[in-house]
């Protein structure tokens, strides 16, 4: 009985490993397009409003970024000053005109994954513990798995870089882009 | 009055009786013409609006469906606010637009509760919750709009063929008290026409039978007269007679 549950877990497994190496992996075309977006991202990264903007913030979090919680994030509606203040700061505002036709997601996070600026609500008012933000908070550039954005049925990938302040990461910069768009 | 002018009143009185029933008659039909024609223009004209309403309405449904599936589109909040602010403008213009059809009431009710579920998600930032509500949720209701927008169309062009048909009917006993009405005018006519034609002939043939003991009573007295006459020729020629023998018998 175990042995034949052991067969079929094997046999499922085996079935899935095509679809799990196409969603770590990324055509060489498809990446050097993908690897093209992320020196624009990097460059996006350094501009000074953005490095203000998140310096700022770990310098001095205002009370009302403190208070907030996941639940209470989770319950804001995208058009309550709180999230509209995220949108239409600086660091926003440069986010928004440097971002290109490929773009469908951005936000930039704090040293503590605490979001200084997106251009649409993001999940999770913060993303510290994901490796989304903790990779770049070592310095180092993240590339996600291919997923599916289910509001355009598009198929997009993450990436993120840190934003660094004398070389030192302060923040990252989380970008999706889309591999539909990219690739077509 | 004279026998002469009595006739001439009596035709007269005919003639302008009988035209005045020609006229009556035909400013009737012409009347009754226009009326026809006034419902058949305004039964076509509710029938095309029937339809027009519904065509439009439909096409108002497509357009608000359209932007709210525009909506879980977006992504950027900016854009969302403006598009948002264009769906809910197109909400309240088919909202206004349905709202002159009350049967619709109910699953117009049920569309903006779904539509309400969907912008709660959407508002949230949760753009799959959004997407779940508006395959379960909205296009089911959706749908059931249709079909109400579909039967209610449906039963406005059956109401506007029942008066159609009851506007005929109606029409068609109207034409029948028509012609009823203009047969009995038309048969008052004939027997005024028979009475004058009858009152004329007799006092026509009371005139002949004067005329005719006139006439008799003028040969009488001209016999009487000739025979007067006669007598008088005969009283001359005896009367002289009698005086010849006279002057014979003194000479």
């Not at chain 1, 469908?104 to 649409?120: H, N, Q, R, W």
């Not at chain 1, 990252?172 to 768009?181: E, M, Q, R, Y």
Request: charged share 20%; with cysteine; glycine share 6%.
């Amino acid at each position: 009985m175990i042995s034949r549950l052991c067969r079929r877990l094997l046999s499922l497994s085996l079935l899935a490993l095509p679809f799990s190496l196409f969603a770590q992996g990324l055509d060489p075309a498809v990446q050097t397009k993908v690897n093209a977006q992320i020196t624009q991202i990097v460059a996006l990264a350094t501009d000074p409003a953005l490095v203000r903007a998140v310096r700022d913030q770990n310098a001095s979090l205002p009370p009302d970024y403190a208070a907030m919680t996941q639940e209470k994030w989770k319950a804001l509606p995208i058009l309550e000053p709180f999230v509209r203040s995220l949108t239409r700061n600086p660091a926003a505002a440069v986010i928004k005109a440097k971002k290109t036709e490929f773009v469908t997601e951005a936000f930039l996070s704090d040293a503590a994954g605490l979001k200084v600026a997106f251009l649409a609500k993001t999940s999770n008012w913060s993303h510290k513990g994901k490796p989304k933000h903790d990779k770049p908070m070592s310095g180092e550039t993240w590339q996600g798995p291919v997923e599916v954005d289910e509001s355009t049925g598009q198929q997009q990938i993450q990436v993120a870089v840190p934003v660094l302040d004398g070389g030192k990461p302060i923040g990252s910069l989380i970008i999706g882009l889309s591999l539909t768009k990219l690739t077509s | 009055m004279s026998f002469g002018s009595t006739i001439r009143a009596r035709l007269l009185l005919l003639l302008g009786g009988a035209t005045s029933l020609a006229i009556a008659l035909l400013l009737g039909t012409l009347a009754l013409v226009h009326w026809i024609r006034t419902v058949e223009t305004r039964l076509r004209a509710e029938t095309q609006l029937v339809l027009n309403n519904s065509q439009k309405s439909t096409y108002d449904l497509i357009i608000t469906q359209n932007s709210l599936q525009k909506l879980l589109r977006l992504r950027d909040i900016d854009e969302l606010e403006k598009a948002l602010a264009g769906y809910e403008e197109q909400a309240k213009r088919q909202k206004t637009a349905l709202a002159t059809r009350p049967a619709l009431a109910p699953s117009l009710a049920a569309l903006d509760t779904a539509a309400k579920t969907v912008l709660d998600e959407l508002l949230l930032g949760n753009n799959a919750g959004a997407i779940d509500r508006f395959v379960n949720n909205y296009s089911r209701a959706f749908t059931a709009m249709l079909d109400a927008l579909k039967t209610d169309s449906d039963a406005q062009q059956a109401a506007a063929q029942a008066e159609s048909v009851r506007n005929e009917a109606f029409l068609t006993r109207l034409l029948i008290w028509v012609i009823g009405g203009a047969a009995v005018l038309l048969g008052v006519l004939i027997f005024v026409g028979y009475r004058f034609q009858a009152s004329i002939s007799l006092t026509l043939q009371t005139l002949a039978r004067e005329l005719d003991r006139g006439a008799k009573v003028l040969s009488e007295n001209v016999a009487q007269i000739a025979s007067s006459g006669q007598t008088l020729a005969e009283s001359a020629s005896h009367q002289a007679a009698t005086l010849e023998e006279n002057s014979a018998s003194l000479a």
